[in-house]
């Protein structure tokens, strides 16, 4: 039988036949066939949802679907036998034989449709996906902006030193948060959660009080001097600090007397507690300019013996806010209280009060034997929130009251950076507060400690109005001399508002001026007042007090002749003293002050003992090194040379190393420059 193949016409009036309808059975395993080469193409497509694929895991996957779908659609081309691949063209006769079910327009039909069908679920399924992994993506992003994102804060750099980044939170706003969203969710990468921005430093503002360095006056004008006494320490340790950062501190933080009192000069102590004072007085050339000469004067005060120091009820106000947390602050006052501890006597009360966002007892009047117990109270503090100092301070006060010691010292020791920025922040009204508690017979010391945050400025308002001390803790080391080697001078008063006054000679004077006391200066007439506050000594202190002087007749002054004023001459009858010495103190318990009175003479007529003279040389080089910290217009030809020289050559004993570590401060101080 001839076979002649099927030309175009024919194959087209073939295909355009309505086919039969396929039985159940035959609709079933071609539909089944369908879904099995569905499914097959889908799963590569589902996996690459679930994974984050590789490039590698991408052209794996794109080979497998192309495959499969390859030999899918080479079953539903209609020009194609399902059943025979070969070469030869298709037979018209062989064709028209064959069952219906094995005819490829009807498989390829019924093939085309299930597909169809199919294609269209696959896509309303896809588009459901995508709605819901938007909606989930709009989720989450919008859960993201309603919290605060961390910020990384660029700092500028200020005065050649090294910018810092902090990390702060703030909250985002609504329209910032409508702004943000829509491009998170149309960023194809993770959301961004940090954002750098400007803001100023936080590593200086440091706030010291601003004050004028001390101007030469005429002795024919304002003979007399007079200021509060003060042996705070606070502006050495600051500056200390300062230069072994590598930087020179600003000219505010350093308080010449500050500076000076640091050290422990051996001044002969006085024998009496009745008259807890010895004043010592020498005239020596000027260093740093050539005519002129320096009054020294040093004060020594009664030291305590063990037997007659009286109990303590002692109240540590701590800040614990956020501002604490960085180890040279709270981490240092822990190991600080647990240091003063071990100077107390059993039958001492400690409590503990702190402070953060709001105030709070950490520990009742305890006895110092139950250490375990206080120390245990310490330990679990943690730094967080802001800063309700005035609040925390009320609340020391409460705690010194309710357990107040009429025979002993009640005393509240503060230690923080003085960053007061909830309740009442001004310094006048905490002036007021602590000055009506002083009254009472409740005294506050106060222990800063950190940079960047550091109140200067807030800590000597409260010390100086508190009677008591303000001292910088930059070390532990230094931790150890205030409340460990020095414990005795910083709990236990032997005086109070100490003055000191002094008249000058306009017949041997000509000009004076005083080196440092600038923010302790008081009026003339407050020197007999004794309701004018003033300084706090303590067992065993000693206070330094320098003048220069430009004698009469040295052409070695500053201040032009008068036009009008007769000019100095020496009286011969009353020519032997340069100044007149006069100090005012009051014991702990009393009201009414007494009076110690010391010539300050021309010509010594006693030898001075090498020791002490030692001492004074030496006092004299670290009030030549904070003129010369500080710019000081009188600072004339010294150097940070001759400082050293000076400093070397009468360090003496230095038990503890603090004078070998001056020098070495203004090695760097040079250096820094």
């Known amino acids: 039988m001839n076979k002649t193949p099927m030309n175009e016409d024919d194959l087209k009036q073939l295909l355009q036949q309505q086919p039969p309808a396929p039985d159940a059975e035959t609709k079933a395993r071609h539909m089944a066939a369908a879904m099995a080469a569905f499914s097959a193409q889908q799963k590569p497509e589902v996996e690459n949802l679930s994974t984050v694929a590789t490039p590698a895991n991408e052209t794996c996957a794109s080979e497998k679907k192309s495959n499969i779908l390859q030999g899918f659609f080479q079953r539903l081309r209609l020009t194609r036998d399902t059943n025979h691949h ?61 919290k605060t994102v961390p910020l990384i804060v660029q700092e500028p750099a200020a005065e050649a030193s090294v910018s810092l980044q902090r990390v702060e939170k703030i909250a985002i706003s609504p329209k910032m948060k409508a702004e943000v969203q829509p491009m998170a969710l149309a960023a194809p990468a993770p959301m961004v959660e940090e954002i750098i921005v400007n ?41 200390r600090r300062m230069l072994n950062n590598g930087q020179l501190p600003e000219k505010d933080a350093v308080r010449t007397e500050e500076m000076i009192n640091y050290f422990d000069y051996a001044y002969p102590l006085p024998r009496d507690k009745k008259t807890p004072f010895v004043t010592y007085t020498s005239v020596i050339d000027s260093p740093w300019k050539a005519g002129n000469k320096l009054i020294h004067i040093g004060i020594q005060g009664y030291q305590l013996a063990a037997s007659e120091i009286p109990q303590s009820n002692l109240v540590f106000l701590l800040d614990v806010s956020g ?16 240091l003063l501890l071990d100077t107390l006597k059993p ?51 409460q705690l010194a009251e309710a357990n107040f010691n009429a025979k002993g010292v009640n005393r509240i020791i503060l230690a923080t950076d003085g960053d007061f920025n909830v309740g009442q922040t001004g310094d006048e009204q905490l002036q007021d507060f602590v000055e009506r508690k002083r009254e009472k017979g409740i005294y506050l010391s106060v222990l800063g400690f950190g940079q ?141 002050s007494n009076l110690i009175e010391t010539p300050i003479a021309v010509a010594r007529k006693v030898k001075i003992n090498a020791e002490y003279q030692q001492e004074v040389n030496f006092s004299i080089a670290v009030a030549g090194f904070a003129q010369l910290l500080k710019g000081s217009n009188y600072a004339g030809n010294f150097t940070y040379d001759k400082v050293i020289e000076l400093a070397q050559a009468n360090k003496g004993k230095d038990e503890y190393g603090y004078r070998t570590e001056f020098v070495q401060l203004v090695r760097k101080a040079k250096v820094a420059q």
């Open 86 to 146: 070969g070469t030869k063209p298709m037979n018209t006769s062989s064709f028209e034989q064959r069952p219906f079910w094995q005819k490829p327009a009807l498989i390829s039909g019924i093939a085309a449709s299930s597909l169809a069908v199919l294609a269209g679920l696959t896509f309303m399924q896809h588009l459901m996906i995508n709605s819901d992994q938007e909606e989930l993506a709009a989720r989450i992003a919008e859960q993201s902006l309603s």
């Open 347 to 397: 039958d001492d009360t400690i409590a503990i009060a702190v402070y953060a966002g709001a105030a709070g007892t950490v520990l009742e009047p305890t006895k110092v034997k139950e250490k375990s117990k206080i120390l245990a109270a310490l330990n679990n503090l943690q730094a967080g929130g802001s800063t309700a100092g005035a609040e925390g301070i009320a609340l020391a006060y």
């Open 452 to 592: 960047g945050n550091y109140q200067d400025a807030m800590m000597q308002t409260l010390a100086q109005n508190g009677n008591g001390t303000a001292a910088y803790i930059d070390t532990l080391s230094e931790a150890q001399k205030v409340l460990v080697t020095e414990a005795t001078s910083t709990l236990f008063p032997i005086a109070k508002d100490v003055k000191i006054q002094v008249e000058f000679n306009p017949n041997t004077v000509k000009e004076y001026r005083l080196i440092g006391y600038e923010t302790r200066a008081l009026n003339r007439e407050d020197f007999s007042n004794d309701k004018v506050d003033a300084g706090e000594i303590g067992a065993g202190q000693r206070v330094t007090a320098i003048y220069e002087i430009t004698p009469v007749g040295a052409q070695s002054g500053l201040l032009e002749d008068s036009r009008y004023q007769p000019k100095n001459k020496v009286d011969a009858s009353n020519s032997s003293e340069y100044a007149f010495l006069r100090l005012r103190y009051k014991l702990p318990s009393e009201t009414k």
């Open 323 to 338: 501002s604490m947390d960085e180890p040279s602050k709270l981490p240092l006052v822990k190991q600080s209280m647990s």
């Open 199 to 239: 803001q100023p430093s936080q590593e200086f503002r440091d706030r010291f009080e601003d004050f004028k360095e001390n101007s030469v006056i005429a002795t024919s004008e304002n003979p007399v001097s007079t200021f509060s006494i003060d042996v705070d320490t606070a502006s050495y340790s600051f500056v």
